[in-house]
């Protein structure tokens, strides 16, 4: 039987599915309208169309990993609300999408969510994620993911707050042990607390430097107690300046948190915990995964939200 356009608006009037959806679940079911309702709300995508509009930007951060370490991988699951987040469901949920991204061969979220979920096979993880939406009754949105191999060592995972930060970092060593495992970790929470950036200077792109020389000296000129200065002190101030701030957004040239004497360079750090257990270490890099970073948050009064539910409106 064709499908029209007419049934697939009928069909997307009654359900709330998308387009596709709806002519996708009457393709399935040869246009019957009530077979394809039902086709629908068996995956989940009626319930899950119309709360697609909410936005989604709380949630959790997971990490996965492989029994040896070499391979892990970091995923952020978004719910709507901090609630839902904190949930045993959605948390157990965002478990399994973390052990399916593990061993993903997929280039992107795109492509990751056309998958066959590794749970269920006559799911796709879309149509997963579409089931757990109409079960926790909330937006759901697996935002991205990252995978980090490191056959020469291991790749270290931390999450912070559960699961409002979440680091893999990726270490080359020729020795590995329960020390230099504990630096990776150190590593990771330095990374959680101060955001770096770039794991080293080398990595900073010339145009980075060169637009943030201009703001510097722009700020520098601007300074009235640098009126009248030489050129050479001006620019001798302009790459301090830059200087300073690099080392702030790079791991290794930041001070290690952890340094008893404040001073101590993470760079350093590491230099010392790779010659006592004799082993070339390497910090190759790191992903720094924060949920929300970047969405856009409705400022909700929760409280004034169950009251306006339970009165019916």
């Not at 599915?17 to 996708?24: E, H, L, R, T, Y």
């Not at 904190?86 to 999408?97: G, P």
């Not at 492509?111 to 979920?117: D, H, M």
């Not at 004497?261 to 190759?284: E, H, M």
Request: aromatic residues 6%; contains cysteine.
């Amino acid at each position: 039987m064709a499908i029209t356009a007419a049934m697939v608006k009928e069909l997307r009037e009654m359900t709330g599915a998308g387009m596709m959806d709806c002519k996708k679940a009457l393709a399935a079911t040869e246009g019957n309208m009530e077979a394809a309702v039902d086709f629908l709300r068996e995956k989940g995508l009626a319930t899950a169309q119309k709360k697609a509009g909410r936005i989604a930007a709380e949630g959790i951060v997971a990490t996965a990993l492989t029994e040896d370490a070499k391979k892990a991988v970091v995923v952020e699951v978004n719910a709507e609300t901090d609630f839902v987040a904190k949930n045993e469901k959605f948390q157990s949920y965002v478990a399994e999408v973390a052990a399916q991204a593990l061993n993903t061969t997929a280039a992107d979220i795109d492509a990751f969510l056309e998958e066959s979920w590794a749970s269920d096979s006559t799911k796709t993880v879309k149509e997963a994620l579409a089931a757990q939406i109409a079960v926790i009754g909330e937006n759901m949105n697996i935002r991205r993911f990252q995978q980090v191999s490191e056959e020469n060592g291991f790749v270290a995972s931390y999450i912070h707050a559960g699961g409002k930060i979440g680091v893999l970092v990726d270490v080359e060593t020729s020795v590995i042990n329960d020390e230099i495992r504990e630096m990776a970790k150190n590593l990771a929470m330095q990374i959680a607390a101060l955001k770096p950036v770039y794991t080293n200077s080398s990595e900073v792109d010339e145009e980075y430097k060169a637009h943030e020389l201009e703001i510097i000296k722009a700020q520098i000129e601007n300074d009235p107690k640098m009126a009248g200065k030489p050129e050479k002190v001006i620019n001798g101030a302009v790459m301090g300046r830059l200087n300073k701030q690099l080392k702030e957004i790079c791991l290794l040239d930041q001070v290690y948190v952890k340094a008893e004497d404040g001073k101590q360079l993470v760079s350093a750090y590491v230099a010392q915990v790779a010659k006592a257990n004799s082993a070339d270490i390497t910090v190759r890099g790191f992903v720094r995964y924060e949920t929300g970073e970047g969405l856009e948050k409705k400022n909700e009064d929760f409280a004034a939200e169950v009251a306006k539910q339970m009165a019916g409106n």
